[in-house]
């Protein structure tokens, strides 16, 4: 991984773009993360870490330094439509938007540069749900429903508010995100 994304980055440096606008997307894998680990640390290369679904993957690689995560806000909900007895959510109560409620506030909370951007949305109502996070990636169909909502937005999530609400650092997350890090 970290050799085919140096290979990338040179390609794009000889076609005089630079690095600096490149995020190069990973997954959230424990193999993953070692390569965002690396290329950010020894090559100032910067990545977006994806398939991402559980709080400690998030710590991870928020441990690992890396430059930007890519929860599923969608596709967490997805899974529990498909496992629960529940088949739909308030925005607030849905699943993917807890989640990444919950990995916004701990970075908020403890400081983390990694940048948290929500993906992969079934509905307005999620995104909605995340005005306020540092980026959201939203699909041209979700961007036509926006556009012809009239109703006000307003943020339900903020770095003021992150510091306050963000859960506290557990030894068993940080645990968990070094050994998924393979620094145990």
């Not at 993906?119 to 005005?131: C, D, Q, V, W, Y």
Request: proline share 4%; hydrophobic share 40%; aromatic share 8%.
């Amino acid at each position: 991984m970290v050799a085919r994304a140096r290979r990338i980055i040179e390609l794009y440096k000889e076609a005089g773009i630079s690095k600096d606008r490149i995020l190069i997307k990973l997954s959230s894998t424990w193999e993953g993360i070692q390569a965002g680990k690396e290329l950010e640390e020894q090559h100032g290369i910067h990545c977006n870490m994806t398939l991402l679904f559980s709080f400690a993957q998030a710590v991870a690689c928020a441990e690992a330094g890396v430059t930007l995560i890519s929860p599923f806000v969608g596709r967490i909900l997805d899974w529990h439509v498909a496992n629960t007895d529940k088949k739909s959510y308030e925005p607030q109560e849905d699943p993917g938007v807890k989640s990444v409620t919950k990995i916004y506030n701990y970075y908020k909370k403890f400081g983390y540069k990694t940048i948290v951007m929500g993906a992969s949305f079934r509905n307005t109502g999620e995104i909605k749900a995340l005005a306020g996070c540092d980026f959201l990636t939203i699909s041209p169909k979700l961007l036509g429903e926006l556009l012809k909502d009239s109703s006000k937005l307003a943020p339900t999530l903020s770095v003021k508010a992150g510091k306050a609400k963000g859960p506290n650092k557990n030894p068993v997350w940080v645990e968990l995100a070094l050994a998924l890090m393979g620094d145990s």
